[in-house]
């Protein structure tokens, strides 16, 4: 257990750096360390304010079919880069693209680790 969060730690500093890349005034401040520093301080600040702030945006995120959320990603890392001097961020719409940058990848890079680690999967037909 404790190998899947180093794991997933190590996937959310990789998914912010490649956000820090893409989008423009999205900047890590910093070397490997710092990158690590703001992976799990945004992993804290998701864990702890997120589920609040998700559910007091839940009849926006209703309304606008879920893109809300989005919005919500975006004030998350805010917030982060809000707590740490190593992570700076534009206004609202570059930080929501970066949000939506550092989903995709992390939603990406953890199939491919969960395929590559063998991960558990429903059984081929032929094999059943």
């Known amino acids: 257990m404790l190998v899947k ?3 997933a730690w190590i996937v959310v ?3 912010i750096a ?4 893409v989008v423009p005034s999205v900047e890590i401040d910093g070397g490997v360390l710092s990158l690590l520093w703001v ?16 559910l007091l945006a839940l ?3 209703i309304i606008t079919l879920g893109l809300f959320a989005l919005v919500v990603n975006g004030i998350l890392l805010a917030i982060t880069a809000g707590l740490t001097d190593s ?3 534009g206004g609202l719409l570059s930080t929501t693209l970066a949000a939506i940058v550092i989903s995709v990848v992390t ?3 953890l199939f491919v680790l969960d395929r590559v680690l063998g991960g558990p999967r ?3 037909p032929a094999q059943a």
């Open 87 to 89: 992570l700076d961020v």
């Open 107 to 109: 939603a990406v890079l």
């Open 59 to 61: 009849p926006l995120t």
């Open 5 to 7: 969060l180093l794991l």
């Open 13 to 15: 500093a990789a998914a």
């Open 122 to 124: 429903a059984a081929h």
């Open 18 to 21: 490649a956000a820090a890349a």
């Open 39 to 54: 992976a799990l301080l945004f992993g804290l600040v998701n864990a702890l304010i997120g589920p609040v702030l998700q």
